[in-house]
């Protein structure tokens, strides 16, 4: 059975930062794209950054140059590190993995304000 579990989400104030974690089993976490999604009351999910299995990352540019996705195969875990946070950055986010079929984690809250 894949599981994807995500944590680190929580209430940050403006400028802040916050680091989430994907953990990942059931898989061969090497094998698969990571995302991030994130989604805001009333909007569409929507890919927030993305790292292959070579380790190449994109990023949407509302977060290009504050947040940065990274991996550990072997810890079969996947960051997602926030910096200068917005309010505008308040959402759920959620990870996926993508190769032979698609996996979600069950999401994880997080809210930007003061």
């Known amino acids: 059975q894949v599981t994807l579990v995500e944590s680190g989400g929580g209430l940050v104030q403006p400028g802040g930062s916050l680091r989430l974690s994907c953990v990942v089993s059931?898989?061969?976490?090497?094998?698969?794209?990571m995302s991030w999604y994130r989604q805001a009351p009333g909007k569409e999910r929507e890919l927030v950054s993305r790292?292959?299995?070579?380790?190449?990352?994109n990023y949407s540019d509302s977060v290009k140059g504050r947040f940065i996705i990274s991996r550990d195969n072997d810890k079969n875990t996947v960051w997602l590190q926030m910096n200068s946070l917005k309010p505008e950055d308040t959402a759920v986010y959620y990870c996926?993995?993508?190769?032979?079929?698609?996996?979600w984690g069950q999401g994880t809250q997080v809210t930007v304000s003061s």
């Open positions: 790292i292959t299995t070579n380790d190449d990352t």
């Open positions: 996926q993995a993508q190769w032979i079929g698609t996996y």
């Open positions: 059931g898989l061969t976490l090497r094998r698969y794209v």
